[in-house]
């Protein structure tokens, strides 16, 4: 969490009702095991996009996938 505080989120709490702002960063912790991060866009801006990743490692790393140009998850 402090990586997302020194680069500018806002903790919000997991109960409790949210005032968020256009183009501003957010994270909610969720019982001190997990949390979401999300920024909301511009003002007049419209839709919804989510990307989303689960890992039960406590590493997490990307490597190219043998040539076909996407990566892939690997646990150390």
Excluded: N, Q
């Excluded at 500018?8 to 979401?36: H, M, N, Q, R």
């Amino acid at each position: 969490m402090t990586c997302l505080l020194a680069d500018g989120f806002v903790e919000l709490p997991l109960g409790g009702d949210w005032t968020l702002a256009p183009d501003s960063k957010y994270f909610v912790p969720c019982f001190d095991s997990s949390l979401f991060a999300f920024r909301t866009g511009k003002a007049g801006s419209r839709g919804l996009k989510i990307a989303a990743a689960h890992t039960d490692f406590p590493c997490f790393r990307l490597k190219p996938d043998g040539g076909s140009g996407y990566p892939r998850a690997m646990a150390p």
